[in-house]
């Protein structure tokens, strides 16, 4: 009798132990659910919002792509009204609009500026792969109106031209470096985009200068457009003082405020006072003046800022209008695209 009560009280410890067990292993399976589930919810939320943002990123890069063919279609339009390009035309003008179905604050936003405006750094080069040298003693006067080493011009000269020997005293070859840390060679060949000239030069050399220059394409020697172009451009070019400068600007600025338009012709600059006195000292200067400047631009630079929800796009892009004849119609086209700063 004592012996049975014994081991049904030890059945009833076995049985209490195992519904124990039981229980917590219910428990630990259901904390398990649990943890999983609020994971796969959490992977699912990062999911929607990376989606999300992928989703922004793409409308806004339709908006600034949309942006760049408005642009486009300005300069066409100025090119089938005009034969010159001057500062109070429409395509200057920057423009910034809410964007379509967008919450509040998104918005896209373009400029145009004339890239025939700035000292195109290719020009330095001529198609044999020579140093111009004109072209180089202009590129070391803008150098020097902006407070910079003129020696920078015989580098990015060296960086372009086909030869590997260094020019003058302040050029620069692979010899120099292959020798950085990291190393690299010259590109001897034409810049696609200002941006090389970080290769060659200081950050705080490069911000100073990249708004006066360009890289403009190959093969293709530009004229400077002396209705855009800025004091220190205008400045760079042989022969011209200050002062003449000057007067250029004084008689550019009064024909935008009087009559909304710039120079027509390169004579009715060549007209001015002080450029019938260069004209009379300078044998070669009106031949110089009309074979490096001009009215009329062919390449631009078309700046796109778009913003949708989380997606956020600056775009730049180097368009060419090249220019009727021979057959061939006006074409205004896309020649680089780039993400972020030029
Ligand atoms: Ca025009
Ligand atoms: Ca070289």
Request: net charge neutral.
């Amino acid at each position: 009798m004592c012996r049975n009560s014994l081991r049904s009280s030890s059945f009833r410890r076995a049985g209490r132990r195992q519904r124990g067990i039981a229980l917590i292993t219910a428990v630990l399976i259901t904390a398990l659910i649990a943890i999983i589930a609020v994971t796969m919810a959490s992977e699912q939320q990062l999911d929607i919002r990376r989606t999300g943002n992928i989703l922004d990123r793409a409308q806004a890069w339709q908006f600034a792509l949309g942006m760049e063919t408005i642009a486009r279609l300005a300069l066409r339009k100025d090119a089938e009204n005009n034969k010159t390009d001057h500062r109070m035309e429409e395509w200057n003008k920057p423009v910034q609009f809410p964007a379509p179905d967008g919450a509040e604050g998104d918005m896209i936003g373009g400029r145009i500026e004339d890239l025939q405006g700035r000292f195109n750094l290719n020009n330095l080069v001529d198609e044999k792969g020579n140093i111009d040298a004109r072209q180089l003693q202009q590129f070391k006067r803008l150098l020097t109106q902006l407070d910079l080493a003129p020696g920078l011009a015989e580098r990015v000269a060296d960086w372009i031209d086909a030869g590997s020997t260094p020019h003058g005293l302040d050029g620069a070859e692979d010899d120099e470096y292959t020798r950085l840390d990291p190393s690299y060679r010259t590109g001897n060949t034409y810049l696609v985009s200002p941006s090389e000239l970080l290769l060659m030069m200081t950050k705080e050399e490069f911000q100073k200068l990249a708004g006066f220059v360009a890289a403009l394409p190959r093969g293709k020697k530009t004229k400077i457009n002396v209705n855009t172009a800025p004091k220190e451009v205008l400045g760079s070019l042989e022969y011209l003082s200050s002062a003449d400068v000057e007067q250029l600007l004084k008689q550019r600025e009064q024909l935008e405020k009087q009559n909304s338009r710039g120079f027509d012709k390169i004579d009715e600059v060549l007209d001015l006072p002080a450029f019938q006195a260069l004209r009379r000292q300078h044998r070669d200067f009106e031949r110089y003046f009309k074979g490096c400047c001009d009215v009329a631009s062919h390449f631009f630079l078309v700046s796109v800022f778009a913003q949708f929800d989380k997606g956020e796009i600056t775009m730049r892009s180097v368009v060419e209008r090249s220019a009727p004849g021979g057959g061939k119609p006006l074409r205004v086209s896309t020649l680089l695209r780039t993400q972020g700063d030029y």
